[in-house]
């Protein structure tokens, strides 16, 4: 004869930050499966802004530089490109998992720092 266990209800993903899932007291990864509680986080910014004279602008240039030397105004156009990632870290006692986000744009920065910022708020809240 068996005994039935009884079924616990999965707890609600509150926040997904890349390949983890957190709820209210556990974090699921796939380095594992750990509570919330003590988790730390961190972010390391390995992306930049540049700007550079585009091409088109160089084009143009040459192609319009007889009309009174107005062309050469051309080569004042500046475009700006944004590389690079996002590492974030988590932690814990013999735990640690790290995802990486690129970043195309500088809000894309600041939408991984503000979900990160969510999860260290989850982790206090789980302490």
Avoid: N
């Amino acid at each position: 004869m068996t005994v039935a266990q009884p079924e616990t209800e999965p707890e609600e993903i509150r926040l997904t930050i890349g390949d983890v899932a957190i709820s209210d007291h556990w974090l699921v990864s796939p380095a594992g499966t750990v509570p919330v509680a003590g988790t730390q986080w961190s972010t390391q910014h390995m992306w930049s802004t540049r700007r550079y004279l585009p091409g088109w602008a160089v084009v143009l240039c040459i192609l319009t530089w007889w009309i009174f030397l107005l062309g050469f105004l051309w080569l004042l156009v500046r475009e700006e490109r944004t590389t690079g990632s996002i590492l974030v870290t988590v932690t814990r006692p013999k735990f640690m998992h790290t995802m990486s986000f690129p970043v195309l744009t500088p809000g894309d920065a600041q939408r991984t720092e503000a979900a990160v910022a969510r999860a260290r708020q989850l982790a206090i809240m789980a302490s």
